[in-house]
C-alpha cells in the first residue's frame, strides 16, 4: 500500500500535536522532542510535523511497502514523455527518525516530493549521521 506524505514545519509541536490528534482522531505513530508521524491508514497518510524550519509546508512525497514498489514508482516516473527531469535510482538514508531509501524530485513550481520506502525507526532526527542525509537542493526532511 502506498500513503502519501506530508511533511510540515510547525512553530510549537506541543499544541500542532494535540490538533492533528484530534483532528485525526488518533495518537501519533513516533513522537519525539522535536519531530511527530502519525501513519494513517483510512485515509492513507504518512503526515509529520517537526520544528525544524519556518512554517508551512516542508515537502510532499509518497511512501511506498518496499523497494520493489518504490522502484516501479520511479521507473514509471522515469518513463514520462513530458521531459521532467529522470529521478536518480534511491539512495539510502536516515532522517526523521527513519532509515529509508528515497529519491527527491521538485515540480514545476519547485515544491520538493520524495519518493520513499522506510526501512525501520531511528533514535535520533538524522540517525547515526551527523548532519542532514537526506537534504535534495535546498529541501531537508
Known sequence: MKRVHIHLFVDDITTSTSFYNDLFTTKPSLTQE????????DPPLNFAISNHGKAGIDHLGIQSEDGIELEKMIAQYNS??????????PEETSCCYARSTKSWLSDPQGTQWELFTTHHNETAFYG?????????????C
Open 34 to 41: 522535536d519531530y511527530v508521524r502519525w501513519e494513517l491508514t
Open 80 to 89: 514520462n514523455e513530458a521531459g521532467n527531469d529522470k529521478l536518480d535510482m
Open 128 to 140: 547515526q549521521q551527523s548532519s542532514s542525509s537526506c537534504c535534495s537542493g535546498t529541501s531537508c
